[in-house]
């Protein structure tokens, strides 16, 4: 399995930007498709964005569509989570997750095998 690590969360005012990081170790990494989920506190973890293996395919959850944007670096091993614009109700801890090595982009949870410890993400309103 890669292992995942999250960084880049932080506070920020309602209507700011933040740009989450999750570096990957392992060689699988190009062969993987990634996601973002997040969780709130009391609700359930939902899925945020995820993008193919070569970065060609990404899918965004309704709530954040033209708001954020998933990018990856297959040279870097790392995968990018831009968020603008940024409500009170982003508020969450922001999860990268990789899927197995050859598997389609997803956007449900369960198939992905690979999960980072997360990083929390609080927007002030």
């Known amino acids: 399995q890669v292992q995942l690590v999250e960084s880049g969360g932080g506070l920020v005012q309602a209507g700011g930007s933040l740009r989450l990081s999750c570096a990957a170790s392992?060689?699988?990494?190009?062969?993987?498709?990634m996601g973002w989920f997040r969780q709130a506190p009391g609700k359930e973890r939902e899925f945020v964005a995820s993008?193919?293996?070569?970065?060609?395919?990404?899918y965004y959850a309704d709530s954040v569509k033209g708001r954020f944007t998933i990018s990856r670096d297959n040279a870097k091993n790392t995968v990018y989570l831009q968020m603008n614009s940024l409500k009170a109700e982003d508020t969450a801890v922001y999860y990268c997750?990789?899927?197995?090595?050859?598997?389609?982009?997803?956007?449900?949870?369960?198939?992905?095998?690979?999960w980072g410890q997360g990083t929390q993400v609080t927007v002030s309103s």
């Open positions: 997750a990789a899927r197995g090595p050859f598997g389609v982009v997803s956007i449900t949870a369960s198939h992905f095998g690979s």
């Open positions: 392992g060689r699988t990494f190009s062969s993987s498709a």
């Open positions: 993008i193919s293996r070569n970065g060609g395919s990404t």
